[in-house]
């Protein structure tokens, strides 16, 4: 086998351990989780949520108002409205990331 060959191999095998590596902490990012809109506030950005625990910020079923990554959501959804959403803690703020309408 040529040195280049066996470079070639060696790159592909640092890719593939990189990859396994990013599936094996992949549990710690943000995981679609169920909700209901309580309350929007348009003027703060933010919506509250009735919600089950948030494994990737430890967070516990609970209700609990939170910042909006995307600013139009608080014009798309209403009170009532049931969502899957993700959630993560941006700038020091509990933030939805992910805001999704559920039939």
Known sequence: MSSV???KHLRLRA???LLAG???I???WA???DGEILKID???RRITLKHG???NIDMPAMSMSYR???PTWVDSFKVGDKVKFEADKVDGNYTITRLDAQP
Do not use: D, R, Y
């Open 42 to 44: 348009k003027a703060q």
């Open 15 to 17: 890719l593939f351990a």
């Open 53 to 55: 625990p948030i494994k």
């Open 5 to 7: 060959t066996t470079l």
């Open 22 to 24: 990013c599936l094996a």
């Open 31 to 33: 995981q679609p989780v």
């Open 68 to 70: 909006v990554a995307n």
């Open 26 to 28: 992949g549990s710690a």
